[in-house]
């Protein structure tokens, strides 16, 4: 059954340092999505992404965020100078275009911020 | 605007008893509601959806979830817990035909079914 990878599975990095999360969706999927997950706390939408470009964002996804499909397998999360509140867990979702509900996710990427 | 809510942090049941993890929702227009499990260390597994149709809606691993649209509420069943089952659930919803196509996901409930 096909999918949803993500790479690293593990991220420390220093405050201020630029990370890049890897993703590669579901073959095909049209539909990319991240979403992160700080401990203990529940799951919240960072971005949508269709078409070569970001469908909808929330008021997390700010100018140190952005999102990039650089090939036609890999989607990618990239934070320009990391926070110590940018530690979460990274999931990565897509989905088709029809039937068009179901999100599936990767396994996440559990980022740690120092 | 959407949202989610789970009111039990965790659910204990005796392995072979029902289970039932509640979750209530809001949102303006036509839900789509959806569970997901995620297991320790795992990311996050579909389980079921409801889109229209059958209120009752059976999806993977026995489980299933009743859509009330009176009580704004599809809350996840299964008829007999297994030990297995022992996971945190999430409860989300998107406004259907709508352009808000992200999900809106409840703080999770950590299910423990004791043998």
């Known amino acids: 059954e096909p999918e949803v990878t993500q790479t690293p599975s593990h991220q420390v990095t220093q405050m201020g340092q630029e990370v890049i999360l890897r993703c590669v969706p579901i073959?095909?999927?049209?539909?990319f999505y991240w979403y992160r997950q700080i401990l203990g706390q529940k799951v919240e939408f960072l971005v949508s992404?269709?078409?070569?470009?970001?469908?909808?964002k929330s008021e997390i996804f700010d100018d140190q965020f952005s999102v990039e499909r650089p090939d036609g397998s890999n989607f990618t999360l990239k934070i320009r100078s990391t926070k110590l509140e940018d530690s979460a867990m990274y999931f990565c979702?897509?989905?088709?275009?029809?039937?068009?509900?179901?999100?599936?996710f990767g396994p996440g990427t559990r980022l740690l911020v120092l | 605007a959407q949202s989610v809510a789970q009111p039990e942090d965790q659910v204990n049941v005796a392995e072979g008893n029902p289970l039932t993890v509640k979750c209530t929702y809001s949102v303006s227009g036509n839900p789509y509601l959806f569970w997901y499990v995620q297991y320790p260390n795992r990311g996050l597994q579909f389980l079921l959806k409801y889109i229209t149709g059958d209120n009752l809606v059976k999806g993977s691993y026995g489980f299933e979830a009743e859509f009330n649209k009176s009580q704004t509420s599809f809350h996840l069943k299964k008829p007999s817990a297994l030990v297995s089952d022992s996971a945190l659930y999430f409860c989300a919803v998107r406004e259907g035909g709508g352009s808000a196509r992200q999900l809106t996901f409840g703080s999770g409930t950590q299910l423990t079914v004791l043998p």
């Open positions: 073959s095909n999927h049209l539909y």
């Open positions: 992404f269709y078409n070569n470009e970001i469908s909808e």
């Open positions: 979702a897509s989905r088709a275009f029809t039937p068009p509900e179901t999100q599936y």
